[in-house]
C-alpha cells in the first residue's frame, strides 16, 4: 500500500524558512516523478513544483521558484521541501503527491503568522 | 500560465440523478503525442484529493463506472451517474498540459 507521510508543518512567523518532509513507502521512490501541491484555506489549488525521480531536474510555479526549493533523497525515500521567506499567503495545507498525483498524502498544515 | 474555469452545479443534486462538472481551459491541452491531459479529482470533506481520470477520460484504478470524464482541447467535462452519498465533496480539474500544473476553482456537488 502507498503512504506518503507529510510533517515539519505548524505555526512560522514571516520571514522565516521551514523544510516540510514526506517520507514514502509501498512502492519503489526512486521510480517516480514526486510533486507539492497546495490548498489554500479557501480551498485553492496551487501547484507548487516537481522534482524527477532521480532529483536531477525539478519544476516550479514561477511566482514560487525564488522562495521554495524541492529535493529528494531516494536512499530515505523522502521528499523535501524547504521554504524561506514565508509570507502570510503561505498559510495552506501542503501534500506532496507520487507521480501523475495517482497518490497523495495526508497533508501537513502550514500557519504564518506573527 | 493555462487558467482552468470551472462551472457549477444546481446544488443539491438529488441522489439517483446525474450531475455534470464543466472545465474550460485557456489553452489547447493536446500536446504533441495525441493525448489531451486534464485531470479530475475529488476532495472529500476532511480528506486529501483522490485522482479520478487522467487523459481527459481514463478512470484511475479503482474509480468507479460512474465518473466518465469527456472534452477535447478546451473544453471538458466530468459525468457522475447516479450520484450518491459518497459522491459528496469537491471536484477539481487540473491541466498536464504544461507546467505550471494547474487547477480549476473547484466545483461542489451537495446531495439532497
Known amino acids: 500500500e502507498v503512504q506518503l507521510v507529510e510533517s515539519g508543518g505548524g505555526l512560522v512567523q514571516p520571514g522565516a524558512s521551514l523544510k516540510l518532509s514526506c517520507v514514502a513507502s509501498?512502492?519503489?521512490?526512486?521510480?517516480?516523478?514526486m510533486s507539492w501541491v497546495r490548498q489554500t484555506p479557501g480551498k485553492t489549488m496551487e501547484w507548487i513544483g516537481d522534482?524527477?525521480?532521480?532529483?536531477?531536474?525539478?519544476n516550479y510555479a514561477p511566482s514560487l521558484k525564488n522562495r521554495f526549493t524541492i529535493s529528494r533523497d531516494n536512499a530515505k525515500s523522502t521528499l523535501y521541501l524547504q521554504m524561506s521567506n514565508v509570507r502570510s499567503e503561505d498559510t495552506a495545507t501542503y501534500y506532496c503527491?507520487?507521480?501523475?498525483?495517482?497518490?497523495w498524502g495526508q497533508g501537513v498544515m502550514v500557519t504564518v503568522s506573527s | 500560465d493555462i487558467v482552468m474555469t470551472q462551472g457549477a452545479l444546481p446544488n443539491p443534486v438529488p441522489s439517483g440523478e446525474s450531475a455534470s462538472i464543466t472545465c474550460r481551459s485557456s489553452?489547447?491541452?493536446?500536446?504533441?503525442?495525441?493525448?489531451?491531459?486534464l485531470n479530475w479529482f475529488l476532495q472529500r470533506p476532511g480528506q486529501s484529493p483522490q485522482l479520478l481520470t487522467y487523459?481527459?477520460?481514463t478512470r484511475a484504478s479503482g474509480v468507479s463506472e460512474r465518473f466518465s470524464g469527456s472534452g477535447s482541447g478546451t473544453y471538458f467535462t466530468l459525468k457522475i451517474s447516479r450520484v450518491r452519498a459518497e459522491d459528496a465533496g469537491v471536484y477539481y480539474c487540473?491541466?498536464?498540459?504544461?507546467?505550471?500544473?494547474?487547477f480549476g476553482a473547484g466545483t461542489k456537488l451537495e446531495l439532497k
Open positions: 489553452k489547447s491541452l493536446v500536446y504533441k503525442d495525441g493525448k489531451t491531459y
Open positions: 487523459w481527459t477520460s
Open positions: 522534482i524527477k525521480y532521480d532529483g536531477s531536474y525539478t
Open positions: 509501498g512502492f519503489t521512490f526512486s521510480d517516480y516523478w
Open positions: 487540473q491541466q498536464v498540459r504544461e507546467y505550471p500544473h494547474t
Open positions: 503527491t507520487k507521480g501523475s498525483y495517482i497518490d
